[in-house]
């Protein structure tokens, strides 16, 4: 370690929190810690609470014991031990290295960034992708993110199995002698999925007026004859990929506006879906969803404290987080071969209900590779 | 609007992974926002997507249309509309607010940091706690935590169950018929949890020498007659507060080597209890934890790529984070009433086995209240 690096690309966090870490390491670490990054190493400084298991697991090329670094930082720079933070050990390292220039993700805590600063380094925050790779799925990523649908798909299909066994009363609809709320049936969800080796979080089961707030999760009892919101994405235990779908089911009978406003979110699924293809721009695969709904007369819109309509963007990355590059929105640049992204449109008019349908793809040069499956009906007598 | 602030402190992150931004607004939202606290107001600037619900929802004085908003930062900065991100809108409602004094996080983002020292403004980075008063938990929040606690123990008996349930068939054990690995018995932990409106997260189910790293999961086939930790943190949906408990159990027979060493770790535990009251420093309960130790002949030391004995600190704040102030280790400063922490002693010896035992407690004037409940009993035989 004696070797110079013309850059140093430092990284601070827990990687159970940040995906750049969790790619980086390729261990899950639940307390933030330093890695670096020089132009031939990697490099990851844990405490003796981690060092033995980080050391066999992680994907560094060198894994450094934070007791010892600490007292060589504290030696160098001439400190007291008790004054050597996170951040003396980045301006330790960059003595050690001999760098100059030092890069930092958009994310990277400020607190260090001023450290660096005024210890006179050269900064250059990345404010795109720190690891532009990880835009770009490896097969076994690919089928990592299929197993988190899987899961998604697991969870979604017990709420389907309850709807249906459930029985209406009046304005309620009871399920093994109680009430159904979204609260149950997400707990429901949640358990399919942990079964799948996946853990869920935020789960939205949300119906009538509800669902059509796009991040409300859900609260209280479901009413039958309206649309429900069900979208699932839990992260993989093993591998820390996540899986994202989402269904609309209705239990009861739909009316005429309700069968029209579901029909045209899955056509227009099918239209954004059709679009995908490397080399096509983001905003060419949203504006693919955005036509089928002008066109089918639903208007976006402001209607008092709220907005109707097609509210959101067409999809996202999906990955080691939920929502990662690139964007499949207004303004979003071109499709690579490799990416991920979700294709899920939706309407929302309180007065209809919402709805939004959800799959997962990866782009091929030749179009796409579904990375989700499971059926589209949606109405349960 | 039109009134000034002498300072501004800024928040940017999304609250379901930022505590401090949960904790000021009171609404779960995923994506990240920005958020103002005045000398007077607190303001969120949100997008269409969320404006509704935080609306409603949030503890905000003010919620702000993000679309409106950047219109206003465009005309105001005389900028393209395109080009007006977060840093943007710092800038311009530093200039609305007419302040010249800016204080943010220590972990606020580097790029908006970087984006408000260019533009002039006096920066403060606040190192400690960004809202000091989080860490004295008001009656609403101890009985937020005392439920995640009764999320944790409902957890660690279901896992106690199964164990006394399962079957000794030579080095395995048998549950319903099959091998009982790591990984089923934290499934049927975290459905536990589920089941009482919480999420599990990186529950610890870790046996033998895997218990010997205290972040290690735990993976692969549990045996009789070693150690098995199980540690279990989960968030309640409706509050985002946590429970952490830990119990340590062994299926079979345990030798006097493991016996001894239970005993001393719960011997630790209660001595270090005892000491915690307000005004008493946590580097005291932590002396008084690691005295039981040492007074029982436990060393911590370096053997080959790892480290033995008392390995960690004796415990941490917890709340809306699983880790958060105030500490309770070497060189930690006094505890307040208010505070709530865990009290979590362990030792860890590859030839005998790894043991923790975790409870959380409220500081008091007198000494602590108990926020968590559960047995001790660990011999199942």
Redesign the interface.
Known sequence: MKSKSSTLRLLYGAS??NADMLYLSGV????PFLAIVTDKQTYGVVS??????V??QSRFDEVMLLEDIRKHAAKTLQLDL?DIGPGELMVYFAQRFAVKKIK???????????KLYEAGYN?G?I?GAFFPQRARKSDAEARAIRRGNAASAAGIRAAEAVLRAARIDGKRLIYEGRVLTS?RL??II??AC??R?A????TIVAGGRQAC?????GHGPLRPNELIIVDVFPRM?KTGYHGDMTRTFLKGRASAAQRKLVATVRAAQCAALDAVKAGVKGSTVHAAADKVFSDGGYRTE?RG???VGF??STGHGLGLE??ESPRVSK?AGKLKAGNVVTIEPGLYYPDIGGCRIEDVVRVTKGGSEALSSMHYRWEIR
């Not at 707030?213 to 999760?217: K, M, N, Q, T, Y």
């Open positions: 159970d929190a899950s670490v639940p307390d003796q609470l981690e060092y033995g298991r050391a066999r008790r930092v993700p958009a994310d990277f805590p400020a607190v260090f960034y001023a900064l925050i404010e609260e997400r707990t949640d358990q942990l079964a080796g853990t869920a979080a935020s707030d796009p991040h409300e999760v235990h402001r404290n709220g907005f509210i959101h939920v929502h303004g």
